[in-house]
């Protein structure tokens, strides 16, 4: 049982559209339109119990998961879905330890993830060319508890990865074919790159720029997730989803020579 | 760059059908209809590189990821797809450090994924109620590196969870809604519970118990994998896919008095 | 080359979101954004040819399809997809000369789709209980010039179907499994029915309704429908999109005895 | 209530996997693995009802649909999915009456479809450039009763269409976007073309000239289908399926000046 305490972060929700990731502060407070939520009133209370606004609304008082906080962030450039992330962190076998360099940053969504873990003795090393963006992003990864984690490196991929023997690359950019070649002299022997995009061009051109370098186990996928609304003699697929966010390409490493198999 | 030594488990990659996972030892073979592959070339090699058979097809020495490992422990059981397992580790916030309750082990896939992503500092109950599935997959666990991260326990989960305050609740049973009173009183306040089934009745049924219990931001979800075959001028997705493996569904514990939001 | 005459429906075509279904008539006009639309400029001109507003917009004046009109019916009551529509049509084999029972009508979507496909020598009869949507079909499917084709009933199919020896039944309704005896004495030997339903639940008890009675190819399905945007080096599918219609149900009637083959 | 007939083609179903679309003659008989059924038993019963093999299996002998025949008909060049052609059909608008241009014939399942459905009055005009295709297509044509409906030209539909003002063009070609000159020259003002193909390219290059000749209403759409299995306390959606057949691309026909709205 782990209690509220002043300054943590706590995601307030209310239902399934309305939640919002807050820092508790003493003597402050939160309006919404169900009232006022006062946070001196939240502080002391256990993760999991229910706040009190103002106007007698009760809200779950919950602690926030990796993805609650991605989600955050991502709303400030672009969005990283779970069923993306979670593919992503699979195919390229990151966990405990790992070290991955990541690009491009954005507001951090995705390095947050990929962070988190990697925790406690792996790294990130996320590129942002954009200095506004790299700001955000060290902003959020701090306030995300990764400051020691994951590196932002203001700095443009296309021209190189300076890191080596790294045990992935993952790459959310525009023009992600021509990392290829760096990304492989950045990875180890057997090392995973992961790229994902939204367009089917940038996969082929991806694909092509795989299939140049020495890679192999090249495949492209893409999850289509559906809500299923499961209700008392009403179940059924939500009416309206999000029918693409994107393109997954994975590939490994290997050492020429290679006799390429498509 | 990591040398293969005597006695590492090795992905032996040809193509997208044909792959093995073998433990290299000195002075062993492999026979492969393309000819005999001898260890003790394999051995002192870098991971990443080829391996030649006597009859001089090459194939690739990769260092096998967890989803290699738990692909191979599925066949003896139930499958554990990539797609699924990286939504259930998002979905949870399963990561470094988390104490995770699962069931049923089978042969330890689904187990052995959530164990690597825990490591070093978690841990993983896994409950198993027959005595021979609980032996292939302490065996699995244990050829996985996985041994002090992951305890299997032979007994029933529908006779309660001894474990208390754990962040997640991970099922994959054939009746998980009995299992839901008991997964409330092992998590902590805003610990999440994932199921997954097969069937929308046994999801049905379990959303029914999650209501009945105090649970909120109760979801079903199901992820839809197509491969893209990208290939110059003919890209596609593959004609033949899996239609189905299961619905995820997730709740978060909150303590009572919970007013009910469907 | 058809011109457009005084009375005649066109459909004006601006964009995928912006087009109108309207009767042209000599000495009228139609308001719309980009300007005043003179029916008087229209009547004369060639179907596919464009109408140009007070305003200088441009808009394509084509002639109606079946489908353009049944959406514009559906959207009084409930939509009818071309993909449900079209499948329902294969599936029962509905074409010229079939005699085919249909309900509830609704507002006409969908009879009036089977009233064109069925022509000029078949015949639907369609059952309402409803009175005012009865009334509303009626109007609708005289617009659509199939008056003689569709009969509207202004009946509860629950409490039986007169007639006999029809090639098809196809249900839209709440509970169809009730209607499922009337349909079995409606039907030709191999005949076909096909009943939509937007939950599962409906489908299960559907399934179960066909089983009982005596019928033989009983098959569910779903389709889920993507737009695809192609655009240069953009190409993707749709960022939204709609996830559920409904589920399927045919099934062919066979005279007893009949050996149960699930 | 109809009789079978000497001549008569019926469709004998044992179950999903297991049906024979044959044409039963007097005198003669079917030998499958359940026993002979002999012809002379099923000639004078009525259609749906059972027939029962030398070893006892009953069979349902069905009246064969439009689809039954066209899906034997595609097994000898490529399959045409009951959930493509109803599309194909409702985009279109091919109704009873409707004049149709369609390419590739192949073994005529497709163009049997659209045959069946532009009947009594309509025609269809399909192009076949391979000789061998062509006849086994008249032979099926023929079989399936379409003689006088269906014309197949052994011609190569790339040399230009000879037909003039048809309500639609409906292409199922290696090379589609070819012919989208000679559709726009063939099709009546507001006419529709449907192409049909498996690749993104192809779809892509069709798409730009659908863009380049005059066609407005321009959509490319995917249809998914998943078959799901309704059974007491086990439903789901089947665990394999097809997991792409084709894109449809569909447009209308106007007439210049235009203004590009994309």
Redesign the interface.
Known sequence: ??KICDGDQVLF????RRHWLLRVEAGKSFHLHRGILNFDEVIGQ?????ATTSLGT?I????P???DKAIKMGRQTNIVY??D?????????I???STVVEAGTGSGALAS?IG??????GGVISYEIREDFAEVAINNLEKAGLKGIVTVKQQDILEGITEK?VDSVVLDLAVPWDVVPHAYNAL?????IVSFS????Q??RT??ALYASHF??I???????????????????????????G?V?SA????P???T??
């Open positions: 049982m782990t929700y209310l239902d399934s256990q993760f999991g119990s229910f009760k779950a008082a919950l602690p998961l990796p993805r779970p069923k992330a979670g593919l992503i962190l699979l195919l390229a076998g966990g405990p330890g993830l988190y873990h990697v925790s406690p003795n023997n180890r022997g057997g090392g995973v939204p367009t089917i061009e996969t082929q694909v092509e192999t186990e495949v492209t996928r893409e999850l289509i997730e559906r809500e299923i609304l499961v209700r008392p003699g009403k179940t059924r697929p939500a009416t309206r989803m999000i029918g693409h966010t393109y390409t490994r490493k290997v050492y020579p290679r006799v198999q498509h």
